[in-house]
């Protein structure tokens, strides 16, 4: 099989295994095309693609955006603070008016859960989902368990520990539903008031000890805690969270195997991780983002060869 099974990359819910592991193997090709001198190649020539960002961005919109160049795509960036979207326009139209301009594929991160999907339903264009409010963000999570295979061999069979606002984080959706396919157990972790009520129906085991869930973690992916997303505190105070959730030095001293240490960025230093901890070697935060890379392009590359 080399086509993937959907036309758009919405959410990771539907892929199957076998999708998931056809964008690790051809993100393999690509990781080897950026270690080379030239890190270009001609495969999406004559695909054009517009980034449409709603919401702020570094790594997600840099990532796309190089993966892009690197495939040989012709990019259009929009920016949603400097367009006309302040003035009333709404996001079909916004977009509608793009394609106008003959763009194939369209890579949009919104505030709103199911904005991805929405458009898909109304567009003539591949689209893919960089972010969709606290919904999904498929690539971050592909990028995520790309970095786990390279790093212990394969996924099946990890027992990864997701810590901290699972609530609103995008990440950790997408996460559970990546690692479940490819057979890793999934833990949850962080202050009850963080934990979505119906979690458990998902499979995932729910942990409130964040010391006790450490001892049976390989990999620890630690969450930022969206304060945007937040319209009241959901903890007494930072410190409290930090004392609680925040992995330093002291705690991983106290386990008997160190874990793969993980982070999507951006980081809050001396929150959800100490600066000893996320400059330490144990921790892959760089690697994420590098291979964030050949993983976009992957993507990028075979919805485009299915268009
Ligand atoms: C994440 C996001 O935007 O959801 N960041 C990212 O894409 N690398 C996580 C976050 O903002 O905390």
Redesign the pocket.
Known sequence: MSQLSVPHLLGIKNLTESDIQLVFETADQFKEVLGRPIKKVPSLRDVTIANIFFEN?T??KLSFELAEKRLSADVINFSAGQSSVKKGETLVDTVNNILAMKVDMVVMRHHHAGAAMFLSKHVKASIVNA?DGAHE?PT?ALLDAYSIRERLGDVAGKRVLIVGDILH???ALSNIFALQKLGATVTVCGPQSLIPRYIEELGVEVAIDFDQALKKADVVNM??V?NERMEYSYFPSTREYVMQYGLTSERLGRLDHTPLIMH???INRGVELSSEIADSSDAIILDQVENGVAVRMAVLYLLASAM
């Open positions: 961005s790594r997600t972010g963000h971050q984080s995008r990440v969450l930022r969206q999507p960025g951006p």
